[in-house]
């Protein structure tokens, strides 16, 4: 089954046990104004007997949406960084399409939660999937360097089940 960008957050707020009021404020800090009625429809399945689709959520939630929470995530893990002259007051979308999705997930987890690589692999192990430093330095890369590698839903979705032992224990 592939995974969206519902699922991702459902995923994530489960992993690291984040409140809806929480989220309400991480969306905020990722300039996207939502409430916490809003906040529910994004995690909760339409479940319409009728729909052979799992995957559809009350209120779909697309890549700007997904990436400017992963953005708030960062600022309410680390707090708010001022710019440096010359850059811009908000950093460029790096979710250029769904197949990126996964891998911009991965890095601003990385910078949110300040993990090492060798957290990163550590939690993939947790859950019994083994990946090289040299394939994570392939998922973490910029899309279109030669070296870049998609980053397929398998490995998205036992890096969150893995925060989840992680964070929960």
């Not at 699922?7 to 989220?23: F, G, P, S, T």
């Not at 559809?56 to 893990?77: A, Q, R, W």
């Not at 996964?102 to 890095?107: A, D, E, I, P, R």
């Amino acid at each position: 089954m592939d995974m969206n960008n519902n699922d991702i957050l459902v995923r994530l707020r489960y992993a690291l046990d984040i409140k809806d009021e929480d989220m309400v404020k991480i969306f905020q800090l990722g300039d996207v104004e939502v409430t916490k009625e809003d906040v529910q429809e994004l995690l909760n399945r339409l479940n319409d007997s009728l729909s052979d689709d799992e995957n559809e959520y009350e209120l779909p939630c697309d890549n700007t949406m997904l990436e400017s929470f992963f953005n708030g995530l960062i600022v309410h893990k680390r707090g708010k960084q001022e710019p440096k002259p010359g850059q811009p007051e908000r950093p460029p979308m790096m979710i250029k399409n769904s197949g990126s999705v996964n891998n911009v997930m991965l890095k601003k987890l990385k910078i949110a939660l300040q993990l090492t690589t060798e957290d990163m692999l550590a939690i993939w192990e947790e859950v019994g999937v083994n990946v090289s430093k040299g394939e994570l330095s392939a998922l973490l890369r910029k899309e279109g360097h030669s070296n870049y590698r998609r980053c397929g839903d398998r490995y998205a979705r036992n890096f969150l089940k893995g925060l989840g032992m992680r964070y929960r224990g």
